[in-house]
């Protein structure tokens, strides 16, 4: 998982989290809404500091996304991360994105043009199909944030507490995905690929070639050639496994991961 050295915003920016920008992150967590509704856990609630150093590490190990939000001045604004968990509804995996704003710079837009921003960044760069945010129901001005941003929240889904802390109330889940059944069956054909279930990740990864493709999402016919073609090599069918892999190039797509199967192949097959 890259990191991007800026997202660009409708009037903000988003840049990783520093050593050298990281005290707005502990100004954030002084303000007593933000110590409510941003949720932590104990140990980094306790030590901002030590909440801080987590996420500095966490974008340099690439295990979450961490940034400052800049307004178009120039100036500091507020604080935005996302990190991967799993949906347990569904059983793939999600973004789970969370934001508080500086109190002097809130009403201006930024955590809406925040919010926007990297959740169109996520969904369209990662082979991640929902971002989620998750809200208390006395907190109507993130809710007001994610009807914004085009999020939703599943009207038979109960509220919950969290008992560990109670502090925060009833809290919901408001989720946004792309559309589209190729974003379906690609993702369920990738959890059959790594649970080694070939035959089934080829037939789902075939249903999501045969949809359209929606612009500007990760999910390229040339992607699925390629993943269609890793999968049917695991399965020794290696010549219908070169095809896929040609007609991935053929489509533009090169990689290592191709290069490195196809003279596999060819050295071992004795394809190409």
Known sequence: MSIPRIINCANCDLLPVTE?????VELLFQQPDVKKYYVLRD??????KKYCQYIITANEERTGMHFIIFSNNGEEVGY????PLMNRNTNTPMWNVGYAILPASRRHG??????AGLTNYLLHNYSIPQVMLDISMDNKASEGVALKCGYTCPEDR??????????????????KQLNGNRTVSFNRAVQYYRAKAY???????KKALAEPYIPGTPYTDAQIYSNIGMALSSMRLYAEAYASLMKARELGLDNPSITKELLWLKNNCGLG
């Open 20 to 24: 050298s920008n990281a005290w707005v």
């Open 199 to 205: 035959t089934e990740a080829v037939v789902e990864f």
């Open 158 to 175: 109960m509220g919950f507490i969290d008992w560990n802390h109670p502090e925060v109330g009833v809290r919901k889940r408001w989720y």
């Open 43 to 48: 140990d980094h609630a306790a030590n901002i």
């Open 80 to 83: 935005i991360s996302a990190e």
């Open 110 to 115: 930024y955590a809406s043009s925040a919010v």
